[in-house]
């Protein structure tokens, strides 16, 4: 028996799982980088994002509740390793006037990609 084509829908769903899993591990990511961070400034900056990240949480929610989903997060490989190499630089790092810089660079990487996912669902739905 043939199996069924996989449509637009089937593909949101998935990639939806994929940007909630990651949400999640952001929000796991945060405290762990503001706590690193040696400038006020980017502390703060990680705390608001922290903030900002439960909203996203809640209106992937409501998302998966509009396509009569239940919310689940499939394992995000990209993020994973953003989120890798963020704790790899606060262990290299720590203690040097580079730390700063490099948690920044994480912080762009991971806000890039939320960029890309987003995007693509919203030209999708």
Request: hydrophobic share 40%.
């Amino acid at each position: 028996m043939a199996k069924e084509a996989k449509k637009l829908d089937d593909l949101f769903h998935d990639t939806l799982k994929d940007i909630y899993f990651a949400e999640k591990k952001i929000l796991s990511t945060l405290p762990k980088m503001a706590k690193a961070a040696h400038s006020e400034e980017l502390k703060a900056a990680f705390e608001k994002h922290y903030g900002e990240t439960e909203g996203q949480i809640e209106r992937l929610e409501e998302v998966f509740a509009l396509i009569e989903k239940k919310p689940q997060g499939k394992t995000c490989a990209a993020i994973v390793g953003i989120t890798e190499e963020g704790a790899e630089i606060m262990t290299e790092y720590k203690g040097t006037p580079a730390l700063d810089a490099g948690l920044l660079a994480a912080a762009q990487a991971v806000e890039h990609y939320e960029i890309s996912r987003y995007g693509t669902r919203l030209t999708w739905a």
